[in-house]
């Protein structure tokens, strides 16, 4: 199946720095990613849609000047949280569409554990 | 408001059992419906999926149901295997015209005991 490759996989930054998570599609081309974060026992909560050469699209209630996010090729899209705060903690997942004539189940990197002291 | 929903936050079965995960929402316009299975610290790794328009797909040991008029799905694991724990999330795709967009139930962890 498709590949998607999420770096890093674990992050401890200080608070008020940003950080940068990337997110590739390794074997084939993406034009659309999804960013979610997910809380402990808890489900993953989309935070926007990510769309190659246009603007992300947040979902409600999350800050986009805080969690931008940048499509600018077809097998990268970047999410950096920005001043970030021990609240921001938390694990990240992107996914990516998958290629035609391989069903439609989004694909899944393998998330980033960031942690903000 | 959570318009997909794994009442069960937990299940344990004996292997060689069958393991039955059940997924209930409430949005009508849901046209793909997905089951993940994801391991603590790794991102969720399809499993099955099936369309609005059956009500049955089978691949392996997994299965899933759809009952539209109930609003329910299920994944039924076959025999179970040690292997197979694992937190299984369902998710929910709204039609295309909505980008795609997959909303996901709050999981349930399966426990395979040997």
């Known amino acids: 199946g498709a590949v998607v490759s999420q770096h890093p996989s674990r992050v401890i930054c200080k608070s008020g720095t940003s950080v940068k998570i990337e997110c590739r599609s390794l074997d084939f081309q993406a034009t659309t990613m999804f960013w979610y974060r997910q809380f402990p026992k808890q489900s993953l909560m989309l935070m926007a849609t990510?769309?190659?050469?246009?603007?992300?699209?947040?979902e409600q209630g999350v800050e986009k000047d805080k969690f931008l996010i940048n499509h600018a090729s077809l097998t990268l899209s970047t999410l950096t949280v920005t001043s970030a705060h021990p609240e921001d903690s938390s694990f990240y997942i992107c996914?990516?569409?998958?290629?035609?004539?391989?069903?439609?189940?989004?694909?899944f990197g393998q998330g980033t554990r960031l942690t903000v002291v | 408001d959570q318009q997909v929903k794994q009442n069960s936050p937990s299940l344990s079965v004996q292997e060689g059992r069958i393991s039955i995960l059940n997924c209930d929402y409430t949005?009508?316009?849901?046209?793909?419906f997905l089951w993940y299975k994801k391991y603590p610290a790794e991102g969720p790794t399809f499993l099955i999926s099936?369309?609005?328009?059956?009500d049955k797909n089978e691949d392996g040991r997994f299965t899933v149901f759809l009952n539209k008029s109930a609003k329910h799905l299920s994944l039924h694991i076959v025999p179970s295997q040690p292997g197979d724990s694992a937190v299984y999330f369902c998710a929910a795709r709204l039609t295309e015209t909505s980008g795609s967009r997959l909303t996901f139930g709050e999981g349930t962890q399966l426990t395979v005991n040997p």
């Open positions: 990510s769309n190659e050469g246009s603007k992300a699209t947040y």
């Open positions: 949005n009508s316009m849901f046209d793909y």
């Open positions: 099936i369309s609005s328009i059956k």
């Open positions: 996914s990516a569409r998958g290629p035609p004539g391989q069903g439609w189940g989004a694909f």
